[in-house]
């Protein structure tokens, strides 16, 4: 197993584009969370699924939105993108408890000009 | 509001020193707190977790309430322990969510 795939690795977009990242979990894994690092902070939890449902929010703007497939593979959105948004959004999954070890992907690095 | 604070940015320590990451957190309930690493170029991955309360690595981290506080402590440090270290808590109450510190590097010195 490779482990939890995330995809593109590398993004550059302009202010006020779209952007759709993709995560695909460890076989097994019922459960995806998002979070976003900025240069020297730790990461910062952006959203967790659970068979499909949203089981956990960050503190971050409705310009976020996410969503799970059948297969637990997800999609993280965002809308409007600001300069701000430049960051790493790394992906995590776990087999489904709240309290279950999280395996983190290599991450997407995306930088808005 | 839910915290978790570490106040070094940087740790340089000799091998064979001992080794404490000071972590502190703010929630009101029963925290879940974990340690996870970065190595140079590998993925983020837990080193330890508080309700597992097992050593891993050499690692161990106490968790103190009355100071609230979860501590990272190894006896002897190992050049390979080098890495980012970010300490992290599960909060429960309302919306659950991750909150991670901002992460302290370890440098190991020969």
């Known amino acids: 197993d490779a482990g939890v795939t995330q995809s593109p690795t590398h993004l550059i977009k302009t202010r006020g584009q779209h952007v759709t990242l993709r995560c695909s979990p460890i076989?097994?894994?019922?459960?995806v969370s998002w979070y976003q690092q900025v240069l020297g902070q730790g990461p910062q939890f952006i959203f967790q699924y659970y068979e499909k449902e949203e089981r956990g929010r960050g503190n971050f703007p409705d310009r976020f939105s996410a969503r799970q497939f059948p297969n637990y593979s997800s999609e993280l959105n965002v809308n409007a993108l600001l300069l701000g948004d430049s960051a790493l959004y790394l992906c995590a999954s776990s087999l489904g408890g709240i309290f279950e070890t999280q395996y983190f992907g290599p991450g997407t690095r995306l930088l808005v000009l | 509001a839910q915290r978790v604070t570490q106040p070094e940015k940087l740790l340089s320590v000799f091998k064979g020193a001992p080794v404490e990451l000071k972590c502190n957190y703010s929630y009101s309930g029963s925290p879940e707190l974990f340690w996870y690493v970065q190595y140079s170029r590998q993925r983020l991955q837990l080193l330890l977790r508080h309700i597992s309360r097992e050593s891993i690595k050499g690692f161990t981290a106490d968790l103190n309430k009355g100071e609230t506080s979860f501590h990272l402590k190894k006896p002897f440090a190992q050049e390979e322990d080098s890495a980012m270290y970010y300490c992290?808590?599960?909060?429960?109450?309302?919306?659950?969510?991750?909150?991670f510190g901002t992460g302290t590097r370890l440098k190991v010195l020969a």
């Open positions: 076989s097994g894994h019922k459960s």
């Open positions: 992290a808590l599960i909060s429960t109450s309302g919306t659950y969510k991750y909150i």
